[in-house]
């Protein structure tokens, strides 16, 4: 099994907030409840991942990641069918919304307010999503290895070995069957350059388009094809300049396939890939501390939600990592 980080190093560990609490309310029931029966299934599930994950990868700092705009404007403007399929219907006049079970938009506000109580950090930067904060501290990291969590494929384009090591745990299937991805381990799932597989995973995704999030994809080109062109020309921009080379042994084909997507690869590479310069606020310090913030607020809330042993677990873990 791949290490989780260096040797002597604890990792900053990322969280992709939105993509584990949707997950924490679908692999529970919404009968787990808080005692005045309020569902607290994802919350309960939430706290539980955090706790597992600080166990898992034995982190120094940690930083729960925010959606401060889960479908920001250039996205939009360059490709609009971008997460259209996930807009919520509303009246018009009235902003538009991503589309959340009625039962979990609640327990998003009782989340915040345990990782408030318990002194972990989030994160958020203005007009952008949590793809955006991710890729942008992962980016910036200096100090120590980063290991980010999420169950989006998108976040693979983030693993990297240099300047940084980044490593991406993929939740996709559950906690249970999570992947751990690296360089080395994003090339030889998905076909892509080993020197770039981290960039070049985000332009296998632009070729072969992307159902989650409303991208078409050049037409015709599947995954296999994609990623068959990605590792015979390196990248999307050899890609191109091959595919109007008349001198190159591009079949016709596939010239021609390029050719007519000519317009979504020009305004479509911005969109896949994630932002690494944001301006990103913290909510607190990201060093994990030892005792929790409010203990009192925190004690609070699981008498109140139900989910004292979840706390416990949650608490049990920043002794053990907290400083």
């Not at 309960?44 to 479908?71: H, I, K, Q, Y």
């Not at 080993?194 to 995973?201: K, P, V």
């Not at 990103?280 to 925190?298: G, K, M, N, Q």
Request: charged share 25%; with cysteine; proline share 7%.
């Amino acid at each position: 099994m791949m290490s989780m980080t260096a040797p002597g190093k604890s990792p900053l560990l990322l969280l992709d907030g939105a993509s584990l609490w949707f997950r924490a309310y679908y692999a529970l029931p919404e009968s787990i409840t808080a005692p005045d029966g309020r569902p607290v299934n994802a919350v309960r599930g939430f706290v539980d991942m955090v706790a597992a994950l600080m166990a898992r990868t034995e982190p120094s700092r940690l930083v729960v990641c925010l959606d401060l705009n889960w479908r920001p404007q250039f996205r939009v403007d360059a490709v609009p069918s971008y997460k259209a399929h996930r807009v919520a219907e509303a009246a018009p006049g009235t902003p538009e919304s991503e589309e959340v079970p009625d039962s979990l938009s609640p327990q998003v506000d009782m989340i915040m307010a345990v990782l408030a109580a318990a002194g972990i950090a989030t994160a958020g930067a203005e007009g952008l999503e949590a793809d955006d904060v991710l890729g942008t501290l992962a980016f910036r990291e200096r100090q120590d290895p980063v290991v980010v969590v999420s169950g989006d494929r998108d976040l693979l384009q983030v693993a990297a070995d240099e300047p940084n090591q980044v490593k991406v745990l993929y939740v996709g299937r559950g906690l249970a069957k999570a992947e751990l991805f690296g360089p080395a381990e994003v090339a030889e799932k998905y076909g892509v350059p080993l020197d770039r597989a981290g960039e070049a995973y985000a332009e296998l995704a632009l070729l072969r388009g992307d159902a989650s999030d409303g991208l078409p994809g050049v037409k015709g080109v599947g995954e296999k094809t994609a990623s068959t062109l990605m590792l015979r020309y390196g990248s999307v921009t050899a890609l191109r300049a091959a595919a109007l080379d008349p001198t190159s042994d591009m079949a016709q084909g596939v010239r021609a396939k390029l050719s007519a997507a000519a317009g979504y690869l020009d305004a479509a590479l911005p969109v896949v890939r994630v932002v690494t310069d944001a301006e990103v606020d913290l909510s607190r310090s990201d060093v994990i501390p030892a005792v929790p913030a409010d203990a009192e607020r925190l004690g609070e809330l699981a008498e109140e939600l139900g989910i004292k042993g979840a706390v416990d677990r949650l608490v049990a873990a920043l002794a053990v990592h907290g400083a």
